[in-house]
T-cell receptor, first 114, second 117 residues
Framework: EAQVTQNPRYLITVTGKKLTVTCSQNMNHEYMSWYRQDPGLGLRQIYYSMNVEVTDKGDVPEGYKVSRKEKRNFPLILESPSPNQTSLYFC?????????????FGPGTRLTVL | AQTVTQSQPEMSVQEAETVTLSCTYD???????LFWYKQPPSRQMILVIR??????QNATENRFSVNFQKAAKSFSLKISDSQLGDAAMYFCAYRSGGRTSGSRLTFGEGTQLTVNP
């Protein structure tokens, strides 16, 4: 089954404790992206990757890191989480083309930073 | 930079009736794509309908249709014969058609739709 998986689905942590949210896709997509969803703000892009070893900042990259060592994986790293990073996080992937292509979303990760 | 605005934080509709959700966007590009996503309580993002800017004909998917007004930069979603399962948060989204921007989506704030039995 074609899908994007994220782990963990729920996470409660404390300020300053490093964490990683994993994202994996099995569709051989070049493009992967992380979004955060906050009430009244919709989804905002954090980072994206156009292919292996190619990453770039989105709209709200502060406090986050990413890596793309393999095509299928795109982990999101919070090295020193703060309460303002409490949010719902989505990973998404798609093919990289100039024409229309559908983005596939993961199930979301609910993160709470105390 | 492109922006997407959904001016209705909440909407409600009676079961079997029709509701229209509004979305406006701002862009200087001529090549782009517009989407409506549904997010039910499960939080999964589900693509409802999409529209290519170069197409004049409004997209339709079963009970869902759009009213795409390119000059006015408006992209509303009409849900006909509303069902209880339509209750969800709906997001309007924009994607540039330019190759350099990749697949980045710019989302609106969302509209929470309630369907009353």
């Amino acid at each position: 089954e074609a899908q994007v998986t994220q782990n963990p689905r729920y996470l409660i942590t404390v300020t300053g404790k490093k964490l990683t949210v994993t994202c994996s896709q099995n569709m051989n997509h070049e493009y992967m992206s992380w979004y955060r969803q906050d009430p009244g703000l919709g989804l905002r892009q954090i980072y994206y990757s156009m292919n292996v070893e190619v990453t770039d900042k989105g709209d709200v990259p502060e406090g986050y890191k990413v890596s793309r060592k393999e095509k299928r994986n795109f982990p999101l790293i919070l090295e020193s989480p703060s309460p303002n990073q409490t949010s719902l996080y989505f990973c998404a992937s798609s093919f990289w083309t100039s024409s229309y292509n559908e983005q596939f979303f993961g199930p979301g990760t609910r993160l709470t930073v105390l | 930079a492109q922006t997407v605005t959904q001016s209705q934080p909440e909407m409600s509709v009676q079961e079997a009736e029709t509701v229209t959700l509004s979305c406006t966007y701002d862009t200087s590009e001529s090549d782009y794509y517009l989407f409506w996503y549904k997010q039910p309580p499960s939080r999964q993002m589900i693509l409802v309908i999409r529209q290519e800017a170069y197409k004049q004909q409004n997209a339709t998917e079963n009970r869902f249709s759009v009213n795409f007004q390119k000059a006015a930069k408006s992209f509303s979603l009409k849900i006909s014969d509303s069902q209880l399962g339509d209750a969800a948060m709906y997001f309007c989204a924009y994607r540039s058609g330019g190759r350099t921007s990749g697949s980045r989506l710019t989302f609106g704030e969302g509209t929470q739709l309630t369907v009353n039995p």
